[in-house]
Nanobody, 124 residues
Framework: QVHLVESGGGLVQAGGSLRLSCAVS????????MGWFRQAPGKEREFVAT????????AYADSVKGRFTISRDNAKNTVYLQMSSLKPEDTAVYYC?????????????????WGQGTQVTVSS
């Protein structure tokens, strides 16, 4: 099991950028696949991006492809989500999550560990 803490959220204008970080405690971080999900008010939580334990495999939701980049630094036990060309519809609470299988998957039910979330608000 790992403990996750997100940071980097905030208020940004449309077209701007933010980088979210997720600091992970636990000796097995480098075996975990990691994912980012988001939940907007009144909507279900949705997949954003995922990265395998090695960092060699990534996947993105169609809505963020080409604008967001997920990466990880296993030496720092941290996973990142670089968000560019932000749109008002990107406004949500963003969560990082850990997948102990290491693969990095797209369904939230496949993740065991979750952070508390960080708010991202994009103004038009």
């Amino acid at each position: 099991q790992v403990h996750l803490v997100e940071s980097g959220g905030g208020l940004v204008q449309a077209g701007g950028s933010l980088r979210l970080s997720c600091a992970v405690s636990g000796r097995t971080f480098n075996r975990y696949g990691m994912g980012w999900f988001r939940q907007a008010p009144g909507k279900e939580r949705e997949f954003v991006a995922t990265i395998s334990w090695s960092g060699r495999s990534t996947a993105y939701a169609d809505s963020v492809k080409g604008r967001f980049t997920i990466s990880r630094d296993n030496a720092k036990n941290t996973v990142y989500l670089q968000m560019s060309s932000l749109k008002p519809e990107d406004t949500a609470v963003y969560y990082c999550a850990g997948d102990p299988t290491g693969w990095g998957r797209t369904k939230d039910v496949e993740y065991d560990d979750w952070g508390q979330g960080t708010q991202v608000t994009v103004s038009s």
